[in-house]
């Protein structure tokens, strides 16, 4: 009866993590496994991107993340990529030819999948400033990129430092 109502609590927890940012004004709380520790990007706006090298729509999204992250890290954003891939050297054949400068987990046993609740791919997590889960999105398509951005631009202008005058 225990481990029932565990496993309950456990499925209920993931499927509040997944839900977007429309469940609650501040949105729901992230899960905290411990390979992916989100404390370095404190303050900043944290885009996370669940993606693997069989993934045709990830492969179509790479040069447009890679590109967000020249556009508005300065800003405070971070785009950090979960890897999928249960063969690294096809990741890191993926990584060679589409490159780029994004920050990459090993999710190889794809327990931040499991934690995350992915319902497809790729998935990403769009993380405020203050730690929460703002928005969520499944697959990619590039007519939408736009609309991503906007919700990039208005977390970024959330609790941004203001400037002082000298």
Known sequence: MKRAVLALAVL??????????????????????????LAPYAGRVVYVDFWASWCQPCRASFPWLNEL?????????????????HDRKAAEAFLAELGGDLQIVWDVEGKLALAYGLQGMPASFLIGRDGRLRASHIGFDPKKTAE??????????EGAPVATEK
């Not at 429309?22 to 411990?34: E, F, I, M, N, Q």
Request: aromatic share 2%.
């Open 12 to 37: 209920a927890a993931l499927m509040t993590a997944s839900l977007p940012a429309a469940a609650g004004l501040d949105g729901p709380r992230l899960p905290t496994p411990t390979a992916l520790d």
């Open 69 to 85: 992250q020249k556009k508005f890290g300065e800003r405070g954003l971070t785009v950090l990529m979960v890897n999928e891939d």
């Open 148 to 157: 991503v951005e906007a919700e990039i631009e208005a977390l970024l202008a």
